[in-house]
């Protein structure tokens, strides 16, 4: 089994930095990509960023410019790096594992951007 646990959300006003961190644990092996999703109030949940065994990464067009996925293979670790955040960035973040035969999340961490 894989688990993934998230940290590192809070509360930041628009225009600041936050940076998301998601550790793995267990069969991390058979792990085929990471990524970050996004749940806010009244609206679905939608992939914000993922990062591929092979260092891959693709972003969503509302956070292009401004996010960065990056791993740390030594820690088995994933980094959501936020930057000049907006209001419309508040939602729960979600950290995913890939895998051949299941696709794990983690409990989510609360990103509130507010003046």
């Known amino acids: 089994q894989v688990q993934v646990v998230e940290s590192g959300g809070g509360l930041v006003q628009p225009g600041g930095s936050l940076r998301l961190s998601c550790a793995a644990s267990?069969?991390?092996?058979?792990?085929?990509?990471m990524g970050w999703y996004r749940q806010a109030p009244g609206k679905q949940r939608e992939l914000v960023a993922v990062i591929t065994r092979g260092g891959s990464t693709n972003y969503a067009d509302s956070v292009k410019g401004r996010f960065t996925i990056s791993r740390d293979d030594a820690k088995n670790t994933v980094y959501l790096q936020m930057n000049n955040l907006k209001p419309e960035d508040t939602a729960v973040y979600y950290c995913?594992?890939?895998?051949?035969?299941?696709?794990?999340w983690g409990q989510g961490t609360q990103v509130t951007v507010s003046s």
């Open positions: 267990g069969s991390i092996f058979s792990i085929y990509a």
């Open positions: 995913s594992a890939s895998q051949p035969s299941s696709f794990d």
